[in-house]
C-alpha cells in the first residue's frame, strides 16, 4: 500500500552534506509532518523520496522495493509543490487531467477522474478557467487534484499552505486533514508552521541540520522532547531553560538546586550524576502565579496582551536572554513591576550538559485524557 | 471612465516636451527616408533631377508600381525567392534551436558553457567575414547556384543568437513547471511539446521574427557570392536589374523596394499577434 522506509539516507552537495543519515518508516495511511528549521535539510529530503534528486546514500524503500534509481511514477508517489506549479495554458480540468493525458487513459475515463477529483475539492465551478483566474487556494487545490487523479501510494507536500494568507490556510488545513481521511493514503508534509505540525501529524519528525532530532506524536513531542532543541522548537513561545545544578539522584527523581532552592524533578535519572550542571526547561504556559515547587522573581519588559492569554517577557537575573510567561489574560501585571512566579517540580524538563533530555514521568495516555478533560470544561 | 495616471507616470509639461522633442528627433532620422523613398517612387523619373529639388511631386502618381512588373519582368520571381530563403532558413533554425535552447536553459553538461560562449563568439563574425572559405567549401561539396548555397550559411548564422534568445526566455518559466511534469511521469520530449513550448510561444515567435530579419537581411551577400543564377536570385540581389546602363530607373526601384518589402511586412504583422505576454500568470507564486 504506502510503506515508506527510509535506510541511513544521506544527501551530499559536493563536500557538504545536507541530510545525514537519515532512518525512518513511515506506515501505510500515515501522515507524517517534517518540520525544522529554514535550511535543515526537509525540502531535500522530500524531493529525495520524490525522485526529484539523487540520493548520495542510503535506501528508499517503498512497498518493500528499492525505488532509489526508479524515476517519481514507478514509485507511487505524486507531489505537491509550495509555488503550485500549475501549466498557464491548461485549464483547470486539463490541469488535473495531465497525469492521466501522460499515461494515455482513455477520455472518458479522465472525464470521470477529474471530475471526480473536482467535486473532492470544490473545484466543479472552475473546470474551464485558468489558473491565472483563480486565487490561491484554489490554485492550491487544482495541485493538489492533479495529484490526487493518479491515486498515488504516498502524497508528499511541500510548504503546500505557506503562500497563503492565515484565515485561508487555516480552511486548508481542516481540508487536508478531511481529505487524509478520505483518501487513507500515506502523506508526507513539510512545513515550518507549528500550528500545522501539531494539529494534521500523526506523527511529527523534527529535523535539525541534516538529521532526526525526534520523532513522534504531536503531544509526546510537547510533553517529552528528548533534546534541548525539540524542547526549543516544539511550542510557543519557546521553553525558558534555567542552569541547575544536580545535588543527586532517587527513586523519585533528581535533586536539583537553582540558585539555592532544591527540588525533585520527577524525571528518570540514572544518568544523572551529582554535581553535574543540568539544564532545567519550563514551558511560559506552566508558570504559576502563586508559589511553587521552585520560585523565581523576574521583571517583565514587555507586556504583550492577546485577549486570552497576556505574555510578559522579561530578563532574569539581569541577562539578556529573555525569560517568557503566559499568564491569565485578565491579569494586572505591569512592566518593570518584580512579578514573582512558582514552577511545579512535575511541570519541569530537565537536559544533561549534552542536550539530552532526562525521561519525564508522565504518561502518554494521561495527559490525552487530561486535555480532553480540560477542553470539555 | 478614464483613470487619472499612477502618480509614478505624472510628468511636469516641459518634461512631456522634452519626452515628445526626443522622440522627434530618432523618429525623424528613422522615419525620414522611408518618406522620401516613397516620395521617390511617387515622382515621374524626369521630376527627380529637376533643380530646385522638391520633395512634394508635382504630379505624382503610383505609375512606377506598375512599370516595375514590366521593366523587370523577374520580379515576382526575386520576391518569392526571397521569401523562400528566408522562410525555410527561420523554419529550419527554429526546428534546431527550440530543443538546443531548452536544453541549454534546463540541464546540466558538461561544457555548456563553453559552447554558449563560442556562439557569441561566431556572432561576432558576421558571415561576411567568412565568405572567401564558405565559398571554396560550397564549391567543392558542388552546391553554388542551388537554393541550399544561400539557406544553410544563413542559417548557421542565425542560430547561436536565436540560441541566446530563447534559452534566456525559457530561463524565465519556473523550473517547478518541469519537474510536476517529471513528477507526473511526462517524458523530456513530452514536457517539452506539452508545457514549455505554449508558454514559450512569445519567445519562439520574437526568435522567428528576429531569425527572418536576419535572414532577409543576410541573404543578400550569400546571394551574391554563392549565385548566379537570375532565376535563384533574391529581392535585394533583384534591385539590381533597375540599374539600367545608362540610368537608374529611381522611381521603379524605390516602388520595387516597398513592394519587395511588403511581405515580410505582413509576416511579421502577422506573427506578432501571438507575443501577447503574461502567458506564466498562475503558473507558480511570485
Ligand atoms: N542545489 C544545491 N546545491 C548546494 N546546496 C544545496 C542545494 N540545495 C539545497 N542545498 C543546501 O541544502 C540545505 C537544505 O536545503 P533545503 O532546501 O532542504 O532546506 P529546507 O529545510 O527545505 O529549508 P526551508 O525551510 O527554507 O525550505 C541548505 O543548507 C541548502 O543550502
Ligand atoms: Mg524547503
Redesign the interface.
Known sequence: MGQLYLNKVQKFYGDFEVIKGVQLDVKDGEFIVFVGPSGCGKSTLLRMI???DATSGGDIVIDGIRVNDL???KRG???V?????????MSVFENIA??L???KMAEDKIKAKVEHAARILHLEQRLEQ?????S?GQ?QRVAIG?AIV?EPKIFLFDEPLS?LDAALRADMRIELAKLHRQLKATMIYVTHDQVEAMTMADRIVVLNGGHIAQCGAPLELYHKPANLFVAGFIGNPKMNMLPVTCKGTSAEGVLIDYQGQTATLPVDGTRAKAGETLTLGIRPEHLLLDTGDLNVTVVPTVIERLGAQTVAYASLDGKAENFCAMLPGTIGIRPEQPLPLGIKAADCHLFDADGQAFERRVSLTDIDLNLLGTTAA | MREPPQLINRYKWYEILGIYAGIAVFLTFVLAPFVEGFLVSLKPLSQLFSSPYRFIPENGSFEAYYTMWDHVPGFARYIVNSFVISGAATVIVLILVVPAAYAFARFEFRGAGLLLGAFLAVNMFSGAVLLIPLFRLMRSLGVLNTYFAMIVPGVAFLIPSAIWLLRTYMMRIPRELDEAAFVDGASHFYTLRRVILPIAKPGIVVVAITTFIGAYAQQFIYALTFNSKTEYAPLPVGLFAYFGRQEVVWNELMAAAFVGIAPAMIVIFFLQRYLVSGLTAGAVKQ
Not at chain 1, 509543490?81 to 495554458?89: E, I, N, T
Not at chain 1, 485558468?130 to 483563480?134: F, I, Q, R, S
Open positions: 520524490a525522485g526529484l524515476p517519481p511514477v508517489i505524486a507531489m509543490f509550495q509555488s503550485y506549479a500549475l501549466y498557464p495554458h495531465f497525469p493525458r501522460v499515461e485558468k489558473p491565472g483566474m483563480l490561491g490554485r492533479r493518479r503562500n
